[in-house]
C-alpha cells in the first residue's frame, strides 16, 4: 500500500475538524510515494488514533503528519504542539483504558483504547512505536514499519507452503 495514500486521506478526514479548532494540519511526504506491505485499514486506524489524540490534546498550533523512507523501514510520526506529557506518564500511555491528561468535566471524551490498539496493530506488522513528549511542549509519536521487498513476500509464502506441506505430511519440490 501506499503510505503517502493513507496520509492524504487521513488529512482529507481531519481537515474539517482541525480547522474548526483553529489547527493547522501539515503533512511531511517524501517526493516519490512509499509502499510498505501492511493492511490498508489497519495502517489508517493507526494514523487516525494518533492523529485524533493530537487533535483532542492540543489547543492551538499544528499538528504535523510525517513519513521517512529509510533503508529497512519506514519512519511514520504524529506531532502535535498540544499539552505533552511527563516522563513518569510516558510508559503509561499505551495500557488499554489510559488516559493520561484527561480533564475532567466537558470537553474529549475518550476510551482510553486508541493508543493500545494503534500498539497492537503496529507490532502486528512487525513494527515499533514509541513516544516523545514533555509537559507544554508537544507530543511526537513515531512508529516504524519494516519494508518488505518481493524476496521477503516470496520467502514468506515459499516458508507458509512448506510449513503447509509438512502438516498435511505432503512431498512437494521447489524449482
Not at 70 to 97: A, N, Q, Y
Not at 128 to 143: D, H, M
Request: some cysteine; aromatic content about 6%.
Amino acid at each position: 500500500v501506499s503510505m503517502t495514500e493513507i496520509v492524504r486521506e487521513v488529512e482529507t478526514f481531519f481537515e474539517t475538524t482541525v480547522k474548526d479548532k483553529g489547527l493547522e494540519l501539515k503533512t511531511n511526504l517524501p517526493e516519490v510515494a512509499v509502499d510498505v506491505y501492511a493492511d490498508r485499514d489497519k495502517i489508517i486506524q493507526v494514523f487516525t488514533n494518533l492523529v485524533s489524540n493530537a487533535i483532542k490534546f492540543t489547543e492551538a498550533g499544528r499538528i504535523e503528519i510525517a513519513v521517512v523512507e529509510k533503508e529497512d523501514e519506514i519512519l511514520c510520526s504524529v506531532e502535535d504542539t498540544g499539552r505533552g506529557i511527563s516522563k513518569e506518564d510516558i510508559p503509561k500511555m499505551f495500557v488499554k483504558f489510559q488516559q493520561i491528561n484527561r480533564v475532567h468535566g466537558d470537553g474529549e471524551k475518550g476510551t482510553g483504547l486508541g493508543l493500545s490498539i494503534a500498539k497492537s496493530i503496529v507490532e502486528m506488522h512487525n513494527g515499533e512505536i514509541w513516544v516523545e513528549s514533555a509537559l507544554n511542549k508537544g507530543t511526537k509519536i513515531y512508529f516504524s514499519l519494516p519494508k518488505h521487498a518481493e524476496e521477503m513476500i516470496f520467502k514468506e509464502y515459499v516458508d507458509s507452503g512448506i510449513k503447509e506441506a509438512k502438516k498435511n505430511n505432503t512431498k512437494m519440490s521447489l524449482i
